[in-house]
């Protein structure tokens, strides 16, 4: 026998607080910035130190600052912040360094050119991939050459001992990270390589690099090889040095490919062997893209060490932006107490401006390779 029950409520239940908000500035705060006493007294700190430092910033830079137009009568003038107007004045100088003045529509063309080229390479959707690679690494540098040095179809010969400033700070740039990708992948795979010779080779080499300081291998490159060369042999300074950052470069790039051919389970190089393909074959397609995914933030900051370490150059009397930098500090018509202090925070600021697009791009492409390994 069974009865039906049923329950009837007959009052209301008690009203409850509303929930708390889970969003909105005062919750990231809390969360964030107060969500310990040891957290808040740090944040308190910080508030603190940005107070005490960013107006003296602000007015330096901004504030008091002298802006193109300017006189350097008034970057002498008690108080006065940053000579931006000394920066206009010498901004040539600064980007081109003693390349002749009627010449610079030369290197006009050839960083239009670069952007023109690089642009597409960097960005994975972009078509005709090989065209612009093929005229990106083999075109493109034969024609920069023959621009900025001249001699050929009735241009002006300049010789490099002229060329300065930014466009020498780029040049060896992309020279060192252009040739030492090759030359470290290589060297990467011959330090895993089992054949006895090869690896032992390939682990001189890249010991022996990584073992000298770059500005050693500088001095090397400018002062004592020409000792060694047969007599009235002359290689062009510029020339050497590009050769010394590219293997110096190489040898720590190699090191951090081989991080990424050692991350790679071995069931990897099996399956590539499975499939009949041969050694190159299998690296080039299916080792190789990989462990270059894997350590993409190491090889960046490779590039990025790199392009900070061409400032050692000017040691070996090249005239790259920072030693252009520092010999305009010495122009009387532009004395003041401020001049030198601007034009290193110029040259950091650009310095900062590559190196954080390359940290930029780095993240971009990481994110974009994240496949990940969801099962």
């Known amino acids: ?89 010498r901004f040539n100088f600064f980007i081109y360094g003693f390349y002749p003045i009627d010449q610079y529509w030369r290197p006009n063309i050839v960083f239009a050119l670069g952007a023109a080229l690089i642009l597409p390479l960097l960005v994975p959707s972009a078509p005709f991939k090989r065209i612009n690679a093929a005229l990106f690494f083999v075109v493109f540098p034969l024609v920069s050459f023959y621009l900025l040095n001249g001699g050929v179809f009735g241009l002006r010969q300049v010789p490099t001992e002229q060329w300065g400033g ?24 011959g ?26 291998v500088l001095f090397m490159a400018s002062i004592m090889l020409p000792l060694f060369m047969p007599t009235g042999t002359n290689v062009d300074k510029l020339l050497r040095a590009l050769v010394g950052v590219t293997l110096f470069s190489s040898a720590y790039l190699a090191e951090t490919v081989r991080g990424g051919l050692q991350a790679l389970p071995r069931g990897q190089y099996e399956a590539g062997a499975s499939l009949g393909l041969g050694y190159w074959q299998r690296t080039y397609f299916i ?7 894997h350590v993409i933030p190491g090889i960046v900051n490779n590039f990025i060490a790199l392009f ?21 500090s010495s122009d009387i018509n532009w004395a003041s107490p401020t001049q030198a202090v601007t034009g290193y925070v110029f040259a950091g600021f650009m310095f900062w401006i590559f190196c954080f697009a390359m940290s930029r791009y780095s993240l971009w492409m990481e994110r974009r390779l994240d496949t990940g390994h969801k099962r």
């Open 1 to 89: 026998m069974t009865t039906d029950t049923a329950f009837i409520r007959n009052e209301f239940v008690p009203a409850k607080p509303a929930p708390g908000r889970t969003d909105g500035p005062i919750v990231w705060l809390r969360k964030n910035l107060f969500a310990t006493p040891t957290d808040a007294v740090l944040t308190i700190l910080g508030i603190l130190f940005l107070l005490w430092a960013i107006p003296p910033l602000y007015n330096f830079i901004v504030g008091h600052a002298v802006f193109p137009g300017g006189t350097v009568e008034e970057c002498r003038a008690e108080g006065a912040g940053a000579c931006w107007a000394y920066i206009a004045a």
């Open 191 to 216: 330090r895993q390589s089992n054949l006895p010779i090869i690896k032992t080779l390939c682990v001189m080499f890249i010991e022996l690099w990584r073992a000298v300081p770059l500005i050693t």
């Open 287 to 293: 080792i190789l893209p990989q462990a270059i995914k």
């Open 308 to 328: 900070k370490d061409t400032s050692l150059v000017s040691i070996v009397g090249i005239f790259d932006l920072l030693n252009t930098v520092q010999a305009a």
């Open 166 to 189: 930014l466009m020498v700070t780029l040049i060896i740039a992309l020279v060192g990270i252009i040739c030492s990708i090759p030359l470290g992948i290589l060297l990467a795979l």
